[in-house]
């Protein structure tokens, strides 16, 4: 072979070491290249899994926070009715009372000594109980408003929690 056909020969095969070497390196980045989108997206699915976490967590906390408002609305209900059944047997013992009252004077006015204290005893008596009745009431009525004001405060908690919106 010739100089100048050496010289042809050796050039086409630096062209094609040279074509080869592109190719190869081109491989390489391509392999790189998806490499690298292989990791961003595993990133991202990886936060999207954690995002979905965050929200089945806070979901599970929503929906314990609504039981427990659901329970609590239960308990006021039961409360209020017992308040309310208290307040009519009241009402009812208030009602008889005052009939009693009403011909006390001339019971009292009438009767002997024994029967006086006997009627001193029995106002004591009721006198009592009336207390401890309106003792109970008011403890009901504080109960009942505690409970409101618990109820108030979760209602509160919730609307403050909740996401916002902006339109």
């Not at 929503?62 to 209020?80: E, I, P, S, V, W």
Request: aromatic letters at 6%; a neutral charge; charged letters at 15%.
């Amino acid at each position: 072979m010739t100089g100048s056909g050496k010289a042809t020969l050796a050039g086409l095969a630096m062209a094609g070491a040279f074509a080869a070497g592109w190719v190869t390196q081109g491989w390489r980045m391509g392999l790189k290249l998806e490499q690298q989108t292989h990791q961003q997206t595993s990133t991202e699915l990886a936060s999207t899994r954690q995002a979905v976490a965050d929200m089945a967590g806070f979901q599970r906390g929503f929906n314990d926070a609504l039981a427990n408002f659901q329970r609590t609305q239960q308990g006021n209900a039961q409360a209020q009715q017992d308040l309310g059944r208290l307040l009519l047997d009241l009402r009812g013992l208030t009602a008889g009372l005052r009939g009693d009252f009403a011909t006390l004077p001339d019971r009292i006015s009438a009767a002997a000594r024994p029967a006086l204290a006997e009627y001193a005893s029995t106002c004591t008596a009721i006198f009592e109980a009336m207390a401890a009745g309106g003792q109970r009431m008011a403890e009901a009525g504080g109960e009942l408003a505690r409970q409101a004001d618990g109820h108030a405060a979760d209602a509160r908690l919730m609307f403050q929690s909740w996401p916002k919106t902006v339109n």
